[in-house]
T-cell receptor, first 110, second 114 residues
């Protein structure tokens, strides 16, 4: 099976930088994904790391260390619209199934 | 841009009733999934469907649940006899063949069992 640990909530001000850490245990590993979810809506894809290192997509970056079973999502230049839940998710096999963490609620204050 | 569509957006039903949730995935995807999310909790895997059959199911997906893709487009989740604890948001998702690791989710169907 899979288990993922991430902080339950983070609060920051507009313009700040937030890092959401995710540690995982899994019997198989093909990659780590990050999803954003606003108010119970559809989870939307942010990034995917299959190899070690940093992936940058605009204001969001994601990092993976497979040897440490660890990754993080970095949110830069925070905006009010970034207030949402962020989930890390492990892809344990070569299909597209994901196992999700419990999510981190990010609250951005003015 | 193609998208995953789900109906109904919200369904209220009485305990013991059958419910069918419908999804139209993106046509060129290979793998299809149902997930559920109880309010305030994480997104939980229910079942995966590939090549017109179930490829994996979770412990949640017991005999009360079934899935079908009868006509090559619609992908349905049936709950035969709903229980109070089935109240949740149900998401349909699809992926592949591009190896981006991305799952495309629908907007979800909120099921309320009274």
């Amino acid at each position: 099976g899979q288990s993922l640990e991430q902080p339950s909530e983070v609060t920051a001000v507009e313009g700040a930088i937030v890092q959401i850490n995710c540690t995982y245990q899994t019997s198989g590993f093909y990659g780590l994904s990050w999803y954003q979810q606003h108010d119970g809506g559809a989870p939307t894809f942010l990034s995917y790391n299959a190899l070690d290192g940093l992936e940058e997509t605009g204001r969001f970056s994601s990092f993976l260390s497979r040897s440490d079973s660890y990754g993080y999502l970095l949110l830069q230049e925070l905006q009010m619209k970034d207030s949402a839940s962020y989930f890390c998710a492990v892809r344990p096999s070569n299909d597209y199934k994901l196992s999700f963490g419990a999510g981190t609620t990010v609250t951005v204050r003015a | 841009e193609p998208e995953v569509t789900q109906t109904p957006s919200h369904q209220v039903t009485q305990m013991g009733q059958e419910v069918i949730l419908r999804c139209v995935p993106i046509s060129n995807h290979l793998y299809f999934y149902w997930y559920r999310q109880i309010l305030g909790q994480k997104v939980e895997f229910l079942v995966s469907f590939y090549n017109n059959e179930i490829s994996e199911k979770s412990e949640i997906f017991d005999d009360q649940f079934s899935v079908e893709r009868p006509d090559g487009s619609n992908f349905t989740l049936k709950i035969r006899s709903t229980k109070l604890e089935d109240s949740a948001m149900y998401f349909c998702a699809g992926g592949g063949p591009a190896n981006t690791g991305e799952l495309f989710f629908g907007e979800g169907s909120r099921l309320t069992v009274l």
